[in-house]
Protein backbone atom coordinates (compact mmCIF):
# COMPACT_ATOMS: atom_id res chain seq x y z
CA UNK A 1 0.00 0.00 0.00
CA UNK A 2 1.18 3.68 -0.56
CA UNK A 3 1.29 5.69 2.03
CA UNK A 4 -0.59 9.14 1.40
CA UNK A 5 1.19 11.99 2.63
CA UNK A 6 -1.15 14.99 3.21
CA UNK A 7 1.64 18.31 3.07
CA UNK A 8 0.73 20.22 5.78
CA UNK A 9 -1.38 17.53 7.98
CA UNK A 10 -4.26 16.27 8.51
CA UNK A 11 -7.71 18.27 10.25
CA UNK A 12 -6.31 19.92 13.40
CA UNK A 13 -8.37 19.82 16.25
CA UNK A 14 -7.67 23.07 18.00
CA UNK A 15 -9.47 23.69 21.18
CA UNK A 16 -8.71 27.19 21.98
CA UNK A 17 -11.68 29.01 21.90
CA UNK A 18 -12.01 32.96 20.59
CA UNK A 19 -11.02 35.98 22.40
CA UNK A 20 -14.52 37.24 23.49
CA UNK A 21 -15.90 33.58 24.56
CA UNK A 22 -12.80 32.61 26.51
CA UNK A 23 -13.43 36.22 28.75
CA UNK A 24 -17.16 34.97 29.02
CA UNK A 25 -15.56 31.55 30.19
CA UNK A 26 -13.06 33.57 32.63
CA UNK A 27 -16.58 35.06 34.05
CA UNK A 28 -18.32 31.41 34.31
CA UNK A 29 -15.39 29.72 35.59
CA UNK A 30 -15.45 31.40 38.98
CA UNK A 31 -18.53 29.14 40.30
CA UNK A 32 -16.71 26.52 38.85
CA UNK A 33 -14.98 23.49 40.45
CA UNK A 34 -11.57 24.07 40.23
CA UNK A 35 -8.76 21.37 39.45
CA UNK A 36 -4.88 22.58 39.56
CA UNK A 37 -3.18 21.19 36.56
CA UNK A 38 -0.26 18.81 38.04
CA UNK A 39 2.92 19.18 35.76
CA UNK A 40 2.49 16.51 33.40
CA UNK A 41 -1.42 17.52 32.81
CA UNK A 42 -0.11 20.90 31.99
CA UNK A 43 2.03 19.63 28.97
CA UNK A 44 -0.62 17.51 27.95
CA UNK A 45 -3.10 20.36 28.20
CA UNK A 46 -1.01 22.67 26.25
CA UNK A 47 -0.74 19.85 23.70
CA UNK A 48 -4.06 19.18 23.55
CA UNK A 49 -5.22 23.00 23.04
CA UNK A 50 -2.91 23.81 20.27
CA UNK A 51 -4.59 20.85 18.59
CA UNK A 52 -0.92 18.59 18.50
CA UNK A 53 -3.07 15.61 20.12
CA UNK A 54 -5.50 16.00 17.32
CA UNK A 55 -7.64 14.13 16.66
CA UNK A 56 -8.50 14.03 20.67
CA UNK A 57 -11.14 17.32 21.59
CA UNK A 58 -10.19 16.59 25.44
CA UNK A 59 -9.17 14.49 28.10
CA UNK A 60 -9.94 10.68 27.06
CA UNK A 61 -13.17 9.10 28.14
CA UNK A 62 -13.39 5.71 29.32
CA UNK A 63 -14.60 4.01 25.72
CA UNK A 64 -11.28 5.86 23.60
CA UNK A 65 -9.38 4.75 27.22
CA UNK A 66 -10.14 1.28 26.54
CA UNK A 67 -10.06 0.89 22.70
CA UNK A 68 -6.53 2.46 23.12
CA UNK A 69 -5.49 0.11 25.77
CA UNK A 70 -6.72 -2.69 23.91
CA UNK A 71 -6.39 -2.17 20.27
CA UNK A 72 -3.62 0.85 19.59
CA UNK A 73 -6.91 3.02 18.69
CA UNK A 74 -9.50 5.72 19.81
CA UNK A 75 -13.17 4.39 20.31
CA UNK A 76 -13.87 5.46 16.68
CA UNK A 77 -10.84 3.42 14.54
CA UNK A 78 -8.93 6.23 14.87
CA UNK A 79 -5.11 5.24 15.26
CA UNK A 80 -4.09 6.28 19.26
CA UNK A 81 -1.85 4.80 21.15
CA UNK A 82 -0.96 6.71 24.43
CA UNK A 83 -3.73 7.14 26.92
CA UNK A 84 -4.32 10.53 27.32
CA UNK A 85 -6.44 10.87 31.04
CA UNK A 86 -7.02 13.60 33.66
CA UNK A 87 -6.04 11.81 37.19
CA UNK A 88 -7.69 13.23 40.09
CA UNK A 89 -7.81 12.34 44.00
CA UNK A 90 -10.78 10.22 44.98
CA UNK A 91 -12.02 13.31 47.29
CA UNK A 92 -12.02 15.84 44.54
CA UNK A 93 -13.87 13.20 41.90
CA UNK A 94 -16.65 12.51 44.88
CA UNK A 95 -17.23 15.90 44.24
CA UNK A 96 -18.20 16.22 40.47
CA UNK A 97 -20.60 14.16 38.35
CA UNK A 98 -20.90 13.76 34.19
CA UNK A 99 -22.01 17.02 33.00
CA UNK A 100 -20.14 19.28 35.64
CA UNK A 101 -17.66 21.81 34.07
CA UNK A 102 -13.97 21.91 35.87
CA UNK A 103 -11.95 24.82 35.62
CA UNK A 104 -8.46 23.63 34.87
CA UNK A 105 -5.68 26.12 36.41
CA UNK A 106 -2.20 26.68 36.31
CA UNK A 107 -0.28 26.66 39.74
CA UNK A 108 -0.76 29.87 39.83
CA UNK A 109 -4.45 29.81 39.46
CA UNK A 110 -5.02 31.08 35.81
CA UNK A 111 -7.33 29.73 33.94
CA UNK A 112 -5.98 27.78 31.26
CA UNK A 113 -9.69 25.69 30.17
CA UNK A 114 -12.92 24.65 30.91
CA UNK A 115 -13.64 20.27 31.18
CA UNK A 116 -16.83 19.17 30.46
CA UNK A 117 -17.03 15.97 32.14
CA UNK A 118 -18.06 12.89 30.32
CA UNK A 119 -16.79 9.66 32.24
CA UNK A 120 -15.37 9.34 35.69
CA UNK A 121 -13.87 6.19 36.42
CA UNK A 122 -11.47 4.18 38.41
CA UNK A 123 -8.84 2.22 36.57
CA UNK A 124 -6.80 -0.31 36.65
CA UNK A 125 -3.36 1.12 36.93
CA UNK A 126 -1.56 -2.07 37.00
CA UNK A 127 -3.51 -3.26 34.07
CA UNK A 128 -3.02 -0.04 32.27
CA UNK A 129 0.81 -0.57 32.90
CA UNK A 130 0.40 -4.05 30.80
CA UNK A 131 -1.08 -3.00 28.15
CA UNK A 132 0.42 0.30 27.38
CA UNK A 133 4.38 -0.76 28.46
CA UNK A 134 3.70 -4.51 28.44
CA UNK A 135 5.80 -4.54 31.70
CA UNK A 136 4.31 -3.59 35.28
CA UNK A 137 7.97 -3.18 36.53
CA UNK A 138 7.87 0.19 38.15
CA UNK A 139 11.58 0.83 37.40
CA UNK A 140 10.11 2.36 33.69
CA UNK A 141 9.71 5.91 34.30
CA UNK A 142 6.49 5.65 32.29
CA UNK A 143 5.31 2.46 34.48
CA UNK A 144 6.54 4.47 37.84
CA UNK A 145 4.62 8.11 37.10
CA UNK A 146 1.48 5.86 36.33
CA UNK A 147 1.54 3.60 39.52
CA UNK A 148 2.93 5.62 41.96
CA UNK A 149 2.31 9.06 41.34
CA UNK A 150 -0.84 9.78 39.40
CA UNK A 151 -3.94 9.88 41.19
CA UNK A 152 -6.73 7.77 41.28
CA UNK A 153 -9.63 8.10 39.74
CA UNK A 154 -9.41 9.52 35.82
CA UNK A 155 -11.66 11.98 34.35
CA UNK A 156 -12.76 12.44 30.43
CA UNK A 157 -14.55 15.59 28.58
CA UNK A 158 -14.32 18.09 26.30
CA UNK A 159 -11.55 21.38 26.54
CA UNK A 160 -12.36 24.70 25.90
CA UNK A 161 -9.37 26.23 25.72
CA UNK A 162 -8.95 30.03 26.94
CA UNK A 163 -5.16 30.50 27.34
CA UNK A 164 -2.20 28.54 26.50
CA UNK A 165 0.22 27.41 29.53
CA UNK A 166 2.77 30.48 29.75
CA UNK A 167 6.16 29.93 28.76
CA UNK A 168 8.67 32.51 29.40
CA UNK A 169 12.22 31.19 27.88
CA UNK A 170 12.89 30.68 24.15
CA UNK A 171 9.61 32.20 22.87
CA UNK A 172 11.14 32.34 19.38
CA UNK A 173 11.73 28.34 19.03
CA UNK A 174 7.73 27.76 20.26
CA UNK A 175 5.05 27.06 17.74
CA UNK A 176 1.81 25.92 17.75
CA UNK A 177 1.37 23.30 14.99
CA UNK A 178 -1.10 25.78 13.35
CA UNK A 179 1.94 28.34 13.07
CA UNK A 180 4.73 25.42 11.76
CA UNK A 181 2.34 24.25 8.84
CA UNK A 182 1.67 27.98 7.97
CA UNK A 183 5.51 28.42 7.99
CA UNK A 184 6.15 25.13 6.21
CA UNK A 185 3.66 26.59 3.54
CA UNK A 186 5.55 29.61 3.72
CA UNK A 187 8.90 28.40 2.79
CA UNK A 188 7.19 26.26 0.12
CA UNK A 189 8.44 23.04 2.07
CA UNK A 190 6.09 20.38 1.22
CA UNK A 191 7.91 17.31 2.59
CA UNK A 192 9.49 17.91 5.91
CA UNK A 193 11.39 14.83 8.03
CA UNK A 194 11.28 15.43 11.83
CA UNK A 195 13.52 14.37 14.01
CA UNK A 196 12.62 14.22 17.70
CA UNK A 197 15.15 14.39 20.65
CA UNK A 198 15.54 14.66 24.50
CA UNK A 199 19.39 14.45 24.71
CA UNK A 200 22.02 17.05 23.37
CA UNK A 201 23.04 16.55 19.66
CA UNK A 202 26.25 15.54 18.78
CA UNK A 203 28.01 15.21 15.17
CA UNK A 204 26.26 10.82 14.60
CA UNK A 205 22.96 12.72 15.07
CA UNK A 206 24.01 15.48 12.44
CA UNK A 207 24.78 13.21 9.64
CA UNK A 208 21.59 10.94 10.98
CA UNK A 209 19.74 14.36 10.28
CA UNK A 210 21.57 15.07 7.31
CA UNK A 211 20.84 11.36 5.89
CA UNK A 212 17.74 11.51 6.22
CA UNK A 213 16.94 14.88 5.00
CA UNK A 214 18.67 13.45 1.68
CA UNK A 215 16.95 10.26 1.51
CA UNK A 216 13.36 11.75 1.90
CA UNK A 217 14.23 14.62 -0.34
CA UNK A 218 12.80 16.43 2.42
CA UNK A 219 13.52 19.53 4.84
CA UNK A 220 14.63 19.01 8.11
CA UNK A 221 12.61 19.97 11.56
CA UNK A 222 14.89 19.70 14.77
CA UNK A 223 11.67 19.14 16.89
CA UNK A 224 13.05 18.24 20.83
CA UNK A 225 11.32 17.64 23.65
CA UNK A 226 11.06 19.92 26.19
CA UNK A 227 8.40 18.66 28.48
CA UNK A 228 9.04 16.07 30.65
CA UNK A 229 11.69 13.35 29.65
CA UNK A 230 13.13 10.24 31.84
CA UNK A 231 14.48 11.46 34.56
CA UNK A 232 18.20 12.30 35.27
CA UNK A 233 18.20 13.71 31.37
CA UNK A 234 19.91 16.82 30.54
CA UNK A 235 17.39 19.83 31.11
CA UNK A 236 16.35 21.46 28.22
CA UNK A 237 17.67 25.16 28.54
CA UNK A 238 21.04 23.52 28.38
CA UNK A 239 19.93 21.28 25.72
CA UNK A 240 18.74 23.98 23.50
CA UNK A 241 21.91 25.95 23.94
CA UNK A 242 23.61 23.23 22.56
CA UNK A 243 21.01 22.76 19.70
CA UNK A 244 21.05 26.44 18.81
CA UNK A 245 25.23 26.06 18.29
CA UNK A 246 24.58 22.59 16.15
CA UNK A 247 21.80 24.23 13.60
CA UNK A 248 24.37 26.83 12.62
CA UNK A 249 26.08 23.44 11.16
CA UNK A 250 23.19 23.04 8.72
CA UNK A 251 23.08 24.53 5.22
CA UNK A 252 20.49 27.79 5.76
CA UNK A 253 17.38 27.64 4.87
CA UNK A 254 16.84 23.89 4.62
CA UNK A 255 16.62 23.09 8.65
CA UNK A 256 14.57 24.84 11.49
CA UNK A 257 14.84 24.03 14.84
CA UNK A 258 11.34 24.53 17.15
CA UNK A 259 10.21 22.72 20.59
CA UNK A 260 7.75 20.07 21.57
CA UNK A 261 6.35 20.58 24.89
CA UNK A 262 5.27 17.23 25.51
CA UNK A 263 5.58 15.17 28.80
CA UNK A 264 7.22 11.65 27.38
CA UNK A 265 6.10 8.17 28.99
CA UNK A 266 8.64 6.59 27.77
CA UNK A 267 6.71 3.73 26.13
CA UNK A 268 9.11 3.19 22.95
CA UNK A 269 7.28 1.08 20.62
CA UNK A 270 3.50 2.87 21.19
CA UNK A 271 5.59 5.78 22.31
CA UNK A 272 6.93 5.83 18.30
CA UNK A 273 3.31 5.75 17.15
CA UNK A 274 2.62 8.27 19.07
CA UNK A 275 5.18 10.80 18.12
CA UNK A 276 4.28 10.53 14.59
CA UNK A 277 0.63 11.09 14.67
CA UNK A 278 2.02 14.45 16.68
CA UNK A 279 4.51 15.24 14.03
CA UNK A 280 1.40 14.73 11.59
CA UNK A 281 -0.56 17.37 13.31
CA UNK A 282 2.72 19.91 12.97
CA UNK A 283 2.61 19.58 9.20
CA UNK A 284 5.69 17.16 9.08
CA UNK A 285 5.51 14.39 6.34
CA UNK A 286 8.17 11.84 7.49
CA UNK A 287 9.54 11.05 11.01
CA UNK A 288 12.76 9.47 12.05
CA UNK A 289 13.10 6.31 14.09
CA UNK A 290 16.03 5.11 15.11
CA UNK A 291 17.16 2.63 17.48
CA UNK A 292 15.97 2.65 21.14
CA UNK A 293 13.05 5.11 20.25
CA UNK A 294 12.07 6.30 23.69
CA UNK A 295 13.42 3.74 25.71
CA UNK A 296 13.12 3.52 29.21
CA UNK A 297 16.53 1.07 29.77
CA UNK A 298 16.54 -2.23 31.82
CA UNK A 299 13.93 -3.26 33.82
CA UNK A 300 14.70 -4.03 37.63
CA UNK A 301 16.47 -7.65 36.06
CA UNK A 302 18.89 -5.36 34.24
CA UNK A 303 16.55 -6.87 30.75
CA UNK A 304 15.59 -4.29 28.31
CA UNK A 305 12.07 -3.55 28.18
CA UNK A 306 12.37 -3.58 24.81
CA UNK A 307 13.94 -4.45 22.17
CA UNK A 308 16.52 -1.74 19.77
CA UNK A 309 14.05 -1.47 16.98
CA UNK A 310 10.93 -2.65 18.49
CA UNK A 311 9.81 0.90 17.95
CA UNK A 312 10.67 0.82 14.36
CA UNK A 313 8.68 -2.39 14.10
CA UNK A 314 5.58 -0.99 15.21
CA UNK A 315 5.77 2.22 13.39
CA UNK A 316 6.70 0.25 10.50
CA UNK A 317 3.05 -1.42 10.69
CA UNK A 318 1.38 1.95 11.41
CA UNK A 319 2.73 4.67 8.90
CA UNK A 320 0.77 3.86 5.62
CA UNK A 321 -2.79 4.52 7.74
CA UNK A 322 -1.42 6.99 9.42
CA UNK A 323 0.01 8.71 5.96
CA UNK A 324 3.36 9.36 7.99
CA UNK A 325 6.33 7.65 6.49
CA UNK A 326 9.18 7.00 9.02
CA UNK A 327 12.73 6.96 7.84
CA UNK A 328 14.46 4.28 9.61
CA UNK A 329 17.84 4.38 10.78
CA UNK A 330 20.01 2.12 12.41
CA UNK A 331 22.99 3.71 15.07
CA UNK A 332 25.48 5.91 13.54
CA UNK A 333 29.20 5.67 14.22
CA UNK A 334 32.72 6.59 13.11
CA UNK A 335 34.78 5.01 11.07
CA UNK A 336 38.19 5.73 11.99
CA UNK A 337 39.83 5.56 8.60
CA UNK A 338 37.32 7.33 6.54
CA UNK A 339 36.78 9.70 8.97
CA UNK A 340 33.10 10.39 8.83
CA UNK A 341 29.90 8.59 10.42
CA UNK A 342 28.65 5.48 8.66
CA UNK A 343 25.33 3.67 10.11
CA UNK A 344 26.35 0.94 11.77
CA UNK A 345 25.56 -2.07 9.51
CA UNK A 346 27.21 -0.57 6.69
CA UNK A 347 30.68 -0.88 7.52
CA UNK A 348 33.48 -2.62 5.81
CA UNK A 349 35.29 -5.32 7.13
CA UNK A 350 38.44 -4.35 8.83
CA UNK A 351 37.34 -0.77 9.43
CA UNK A 352 38.30 1.07 13.41
CA UNK A 353 34.54 1.81 14.54
CA UNK A 354 34.39 4.51 17.31
CA UNK A 355 31.85 5.19 19.74
CA UNK A 356 30.94 6.78 22.91
CA UNK A 357 27.90 5.77 24.61
CA UNK A 358 25.56 7.94 26.15
CA UNK A 359 26.68 6.53 29.55
CA UNK A 360 30.17 7.30 28.78
CA UNK A 361 29.95 10.98 27.60
CA UNK A 362 28.60 11.55 31.14
CA UNK A 363 31.00 10.18 32.74
CA UNK A 364 33.90 12.21 30.99
CA UNK A 365 31.92 15.29 31.61
CA UNK A 366 31.46 14.88 34.92
CA UNK A 367 34.68 13.73 35.58
CA UNK A 368 35.81 16.44 33.22
CA UNK A 369 37.94 14.29 30.69
CA UNK A 370 38.62 14.66 27.52
CA UNK A 371 35.94 14.57 24.59
CA UNK A 372 37.02 14.06 21.25
CA UNK A 373 36.48 16.36 18.50
CA UNK A 374 35.27 13.42 16.20
CA UNK A 375 32.21 12.85 18.61
CA UNK A 376 31.03 16.49 18.69
CA UNK A 377 31.67 20.54 18.57
CA UNK A 378 33.20 22.20 20.98
CA UNK A 379 31.07 24.69 21.62
CA UNK A 380 28.61 22.27 22.09
CA UNK A 381 31.12 20.26 24.77
CA UNK A 382 31.70 23.64 26.17
CA UNK A 383 28.12 24.43 26.44
CA UNK A 384 27.22 21.06 28.25
CA UNK A 385 30.67 21.50 30.55
CA UNK A 386 28.99 24.61 31.67
CA UNK A 387 25.94 22.98 33.34
CA UNK A 388 27.82 19.90 34.33
CA UNK A 389 30.70 21.11 36.11
CA UNK A 390 32.75 18.27 36.98
CA UNK A 391 31.45 15.86 40.34
CA UNK A 392 34.24 17.58 42.48
CA UNK A 393 32.30 21.11 42.14
CA UNK A 394 28.50 20.05 41.99
CA UNK A 395 25.95 19.77 44.99
CA UNK A 396 24.97 16.66 46.10
CA UNK A 397 22.66 14.94 49.25
CA UNK A 398 23.78 12.77 51.75
CA UNK A 399 20.46 10.88 52.28
CA UNK A 400 19.71 8.76 55.52
CA UNK A 401 17.13 6.89 56.04
CA UNK A 402 16.18 4.28 58.83
CA UNK A 403 13.87 3.56 61.85
CA UNK A 404 13.85 5.72 65.07
CA UNK A 405 17.17 5.28 66.95
CA UNK A 406 18.88 3.53 64.76
CA UNK A 407 21.92 6.39 64.58
CA UNK A 408 20.64 8.70 61.55
CA UNK A 409 21.74 11.80 63.26
CA UNK A 410 24.76 10.83 65.11
CA UNK A 411 25.79 10.37 62.23
CA UNK A 412 25.10 12.80 60.03
CA UNK A 413 26.59 15.31 62.93
CA UNK A 414 29.52 13.91 62.57
CA UNK A 415 29.75 13.78 59.12
CA UNK A 416 28.55 17.49 58.81
CA UNK A 417 31.61 18.33 60.97
CA UNK A 418 33.65 16.59 59.05
CA UNK A 419 32.90 17.99 55.62
CA UNK A 420 33.06 21.37 57.14
CA UNK A 421 36.60 20.52 58.22
CA UNK A 422 37.06 19.71 54.34
CA UNK A 423 35.66 23.36 53.37
CA UNK A 424 34.66 24.28 49.37
CA UNK A 425 30.89 24.13 50.08
CA UNK A 426 28.35 24.97 52.84
CA UNK A 427 26.67 22.32 54.70
CA UNK A 428 23.51 21.94 55.78
CA UNK A 429 21.71 19.42 57.95
CA UNK A 430 17.83 18.47 57.47
CA UNK A 431 17.59 16.45 60.76
CA UNK A 432 13.91 14.36 60.81
CA UNK A 433 13.23 15.76 64.50
CA UNK A 434 14.71 19.71 63.06
CA UNK A 435 12.30 19.42 60.45
CA UNK A 436 9.21 18.40 61.79
CA UNK A 437 9.12 21.28 64.25
CA UNK A 438 10.22 24.01 61.42
CA UNK A 439 9.43 22.99 57.93
CA UNK A 440 6.57 20.08 59.07
CA UNK A 441 5.03 20.89 62.53
CA UNK A 442 1.36 20.37 61.33
CA UNK A 443 1.89 17.06 60.06
CA UNK A 444 1.27 13.38 61.69
CA UNK A 445 2.49 10.16 60.50
CA UNK A 446 0.11 8.85 58.42
CA UNK A 447 1.54 7.58 55.13
CA UNK A 448 0.21 10.85 53.16
CA UNK A 449 1.65 12.75 56.25
CA UNK A 450 4.98 11.18 56.03
CA UNK A 451 5.28 11.41 52.09
CA UNK A 452 4.69 15.29 52.42
CA UNK A 453 7.15 15.39 54.89
CA UNK A 454 9.62 13.74 52.68
CA UNK A 455 8.95 16.02 49.63
CA UNK A 456 9.49 18.92 51.48
CA UNK A 457 12.80 17.70 52.37
CA UNK A 458 13.63 16.55 48.94
CA UNK A 459 12.38 20.15 47.91
CA UNK A 460 15.10 22.37 50.37
CA UNK A 461 17.77 19.24 49.45
CA UNK A 462 17.52 19.82 45.50
CA UNK A 463 17.82 23.35 45.79
CA UNK A 464 20.74 22.99 47.94
CA UNK A 465 22.26 20.71 45.67
CA UNK A 466 21.32 22.75 42.88
CA UNK A 467 23.00 26.20 44.65
CA UNK A 468 26.04 23.86 45.13
CA UNK A 469 25.85 23.12 48.48
CA UNK A 470 25.82 19.77 50.73
CA UNK A 471 22.65 18.69 52.32
CA UNK A 472 22.47 15.80 54.64
CA UNK A 473 18.96 14.47 55.26
CA UNK A 474 18.07 12.53 58.56
CA UNK A 475 14.28 11.40 58.38
CA UNK A 476 12.67 7.48 58.77
CA UNK A 477 11.89 8.03 55.29
CA UNK A 478 10.13 4.69 55.04
CA UNK A 479 8.63 4.67 51.54
CA UNK A 480 10.53 3.31 48.62
CA UNK A 481 8.85 5.65 46.10
CA UNK A 482 9.05 8.58 47.63
CA UNK A 483 12.65 8.06 48.26
CA UNK A 484 12.90 7.52 44.50
CA UNK A 485 10.79 10.88 43.84
CA UNK A 486 13.48 12.39 46.26
CA UNK A 487 16.34 10.92 44.33
CA UNK A 488 14.98 11.92 40.93
CA UNK A 489 14.81 15.86 41.79
CA UNK A 490 18.10 16.06 43.03
CA UNK A 491 20.09 14.06 40.64
CA UNK A 492 18.92 16.78 38.37
CA UNK A 493 21.11 18.93 39.66
CA UNK A 494 23.50 16.97 41.71
CA UNK A 495 24.68 13.45 43.94
CA UNK A 496 22.34 11.93 45.48
CA UNK A 497 23.69 9.41 48.09
CA UNK A 498 21.27 7.16 49.46
CA UNK A 499 22.84 6.03 53.24
CA UNK A 500 20.73 2.78 54.73
CA UNK A 501 21.19 3.03 58.28
CA UNK A 502 20.40 -0.59 58.42
CA UNK A 503 20.38 -1.00 62.80
CA UNK A 504 17.71 -3.53 63.26
CA UNK A 505 14.79 -2.73 65.03
CA UNK A 506 15.56 -4.90 67.76
CA UNK A 507 18.73 -2.82 68.68
CA UNK A 508 16.36 0.38 68.14
CA UNK A 509 13.90 -1.23 70.46
CA UNK A 510 17.05 -2.24 73.00
CA UNK A 511 18.50 0.97 72.99
CA UNK A 512 15.52 3.18 73.32
CA UNK A 513 17.27 6.92 74.05
CA UNK A 514 13.59 8.50 73.45
CA UNK A 515 11.39 6.36 75.28
CA UNK A 516 9.40 5.87 72.03
CA UNK A 517 9.22 2.38 71.52
CA UNK A 518 7.91 1.45 74.44
CA UNK A 519 5.10 3.83 74.15
CA UNK A 520 4.17 2.29 70.57
CA UNK A 521 4.28 -1.38 72.49
CA UNK A 522 2.23 -0.08 74.88
CA UNK A 523 0.09 1.53 71.94
CA UNK A 524 0.35 5.06 73.58
CA UNK A 525 1.57 5.78 70.20
CA UNK A 526 0.50 4.63 67.06
CA UNK A 527 1.47 4.03 63.56
CA UNK A 528 4.95 3.47 65.11
CA UNK A 529 7.94 2.75 61.90
CA UNK A 530 9.40 -1.03 62.99
CA UNK A 531 6.29 -1.46 65.23
CA UNK A 532 3.14 -1.10 64.39
CA UNK A 533 3.91 0.60 60.72
CA UNK A 534 5.63 -0.11 57.65
CA UNK A 535 9.21 0.19 56.97
CA UNK A 536 10.68 -0.42 52.88
CA UNK A 537 14.19 -1.18 53.42
CA UNK A 538 16.13 0.33 50.32
CA UNK A 539 16.85 -2.01 47.86
CA UNK A 540 20.22 -0.75 46.14
CA UNK A 541 21.37 2.01 48.23
CA UNK A 542 24.39 4.11 47.96
CA UNK A 543 25.80 2.72 51.02
CA UNK A 544 24.51 0.48 54.11
CA UNK A 545 25.95 0.92 57.65
CA UNK A 546 24.75 -0.87 60.93
CA UNK A 547 25.38 1.20 63.90
CA UNK A 548 25.54 -1.49 66.14
CA UNK A 549 28.93 -2.85 64.04
CA UNK A 550 30.69 0.99 64.40
CA UNK A 551 30.92 4.61 65.97
CA UNK A 552 29.51 7.23 64.37
CA UNK A 553 33.02 8.62 63.23
CA UNK A 554 33.58 4.88 61.84
CA UNK A 555 30.11 5.10 60.30
CA UNK A 556 30.82 8.80 58.58
CA UNK A 557 34.31 7.81 57.85
CA UNK A 558 32.87 4.83 55.33
CA UNK A 559 30.81 7.67 54.29
CA UNK A 560 33.33 10.06 53.28
CA UNK A 561 35.37 7.71 51.57
CA UNK A 562 32.38 6.96 49.52
CA UNK A 563 31.58 10.44 48.64
CA UNK A 564 35.26 10.14 47.33
CA UNK A 565 35.36 7.02 45.79
CA UNK A 566 32.40 8.64 43.89
CA UNK A 567 34.06 11.68 43.11
CA UNK A 568 32.42 14.18 44.82
CA UNK A 569 35.30 15.10 47.68
CA UNK A 570 39.04 15.01 46.58
S1 LIG B 1 9.04 10.24 58.44
O1 LIG B 1 8.33 8.96 58.38
O2 LIG B 1 10.27 10.16 57.67
O3 LIG B 1 8.20 11.36 58.06
O4 LIG B 1 9.46 10.39 59.96
P1 LIG B 1 10.44 11.47 60.61
O5 LIG B 1 9.98 12.82 60.26
O6 LIG B 1 11.85 11.15 60.24
O7 LIG B 1 10.24 11.22 62.14
C1 LIG B 1 10.94 12.04 63.01
C2 LIG B 1 10.86 11.56 64.46
O8 LIG B 1 9.52 11.44 64.89
C3 LIG B 1 9.48 10.56 66.03
N1 LIG B 1 8.19 9.85 65.93
C4 LIG B 1 7.88 8.79 65.16
N2 LIG B 1 8.62 8.02 64.32
C5 LIG B 1 8.01 7.02 63.67
N3 LIG B 1 6.70 6.69 63.82
C6 LIG B 1 5.92 7.44 64.63
N4 LIG B 1 4.62 7.16 64.75
C7 LIG B 1 6.50 8.52 65.34
N5 LIG B 1 6.01 9.44 66.22
C8 LIG B 1 7.05 10.25 66.56
C9 LIG B 1 10.71 9.71 65.93
O9 LIG B 1 11.43 9.97 67.11
C10 LIG B 1 11.46 10.21 64.71
O10 LIG B 1 12.79 10.54 65.05
P2 LIG B 1 14.13 9.76 64.73
O11 LIG B 1 15.11 10.87 64.58
O12 LIG B 1 14.00 8.94 63.49
O13 LIG B 1 14.39 8.93 65.94
Known amino acids: MSILIQPHGGVLKELLVSDKEAEGL ?3 ARDYISWDLTERQMWDVEMLLTGAFSPLEGFMGKADYEACLKDMRLANGAIWTMPITLDVKEDFAGKISAGASVALRDPEGVLIAVLTVSDIWTPDKKAEAQAVFNSTDDIHPGINYLLNRSN ?9 GVELPSHYDFKYLRNTPRELRDKFKKLGWTKVVAFQTRNPMHRAHQELTFRAAKSSEANLLIQPV ?5 PGDIDHYSR ?3 YEHLIKQYPEQTTMLSLLPLAM ?8 VWHATIRKNYGCTHFIVGRHHADPGNDSKGKPFYGPYDAQDMLGKFQDELGVKMVAFPEMVYVQEKAEYQPSTEIEKGMTVLNISGTEFRRRLMEGLDIPDWF ?3 EVVDELRRTYPPKKKQGFVVFMTGLSGSGKSTVANALMVKLMELGGRKVTLLDGDMVRKNLSSELGFSKEHRDLNIQRIGFVAAEIAKAGGIAICCPIAPYAATRRKVREDVSRWGGFIETFISTSVETCEARDRKGLYAKARAGIIKEFTGISDPYEAPQNPEITIDTKDCSPDEASQMILLKLEQMGYIK
Open 152 to 160: NVYVGGRLA
Open 240 to 242: IRC
Open 26 to 28: KAK
Open 226 to 230: VGMTK
Open 376 to 378: SYT
Open 265 to 272: RMGGPREA
